[in-house]
DNA sequence: ATAATAAAACTAACATCGTTAGTTTTACTT
DNA sequence: AAGTAAAACTAACGATGTTAGTTTTATTAT
């Protein structure tokens, strides 16, 4: 066959392409290099494994996720920009849920790249909570309840644990936020102390 | 090969005994099969699919992790009820993480069974939320809070995602749950307008 | 222009996976 | 003792990721 100018990056967004509009469990490298128009084998002068391409679809949908949350809190503070990124992330999560499944496959303990990676998606949320009047200690906690917050609602309405009662969900998330919004400035009045 | 007495139920423990024990991951029929001394073929005479087994081991976990949290809130009310059934919860996930992780890839949305199953998760969150004066709806969104703030704090301390500050993980937990009581006790008094 | 080189494609194959079809053995029932 | 149904077997299929070894292509150096 013809050499054609396959890029790592081109091949990799195809990937992505591939993920987003068939999802993630269909994904496979033969389909992949079908699409490609190559033989899976010739996929290996590009990647290294399966896994290091998963890997770098995982950087892509981290530095993704992270844009969503910046535009989403820019020259917004403290309550309002909490609600801003909270729904930045959940329409992330709702609208691009195979991508976002990559990052929850990606192994955060051993590479250190990855590991560098998930602070891209902590930044935000430690710059809207820099607009509290919090100490580093209690901003770390809090950052890790937010997250698990997003996070937590996010899978449980995807896996369709939510579909049980007809109770509107996106009013369960809001009444989340807010909950963690309670949270903050409760956290906030005991700093002063 | 000699028949032996192979029940179904003893199939299904031993794949809960090899999933606990080596991991989600590494685990197929093969080995599973291996194990009883058969070939894996063989298994099909006494499961359908390898899905249904999944579906099996899901209903174990779920039983179990049903009956953590029943024991964990007897004879607590409020607060006290909260706190020691997401304590319970926590360990389950910490201890279990393996047989955890089977929960979540189950499909709730298709298999009716399953979907029935999400109610014994459910049961012993609402009978705490029911010691709380609260409307019917109330207790729904904030049984979904719940659910959202123990499982997404597990998924990402699993994922590693909580090892890049030293802050202390427990007291991060502690503080989510907190936060959830404190919108138990705001949602209390909006009910009594 | 031609020869050398390195990148990128190829073919062929391996091990593993879940799964199916068809066959033989075993244990129980009549 | 004969018949039957359950449960084991062997053999194979298609798909997966991956490796080794080979050929083609495009670029570079002479």
Known sequence: MARQGLTRAYIIQTAID????????SFSLRELACRLHIK?????NHIQSSDELYTEIGYYAISELKKVQLSAIAGK????AVE???DAY??????????????LSLPMVKNDAIHKAGFDIVEPIMTVLSGYRLTEEQKMHLQRV?????????LQEEAGCFRQYSVDVEESYRMAVRGFILLLENSEKEAEI
């Open 18 to 25: 591939m993920i987003e509009s068939e999802g993630l469990h």
């Open 40 to 44: 899976a084998a010739s996929l290996y």
């Open 77 to 80: 503070e403290r309550s309002e």
């Open 84 to 86: 801003a990124l909270s």
């Open 90 to 103: 959940y329409r992330f999560g709702k609208e691009r849920p195979e991508i976002y499944k990559v990052i």
């Open 146 to 154: 937010f997250r698990s917050i997003m996070h937590g609602f996010i």
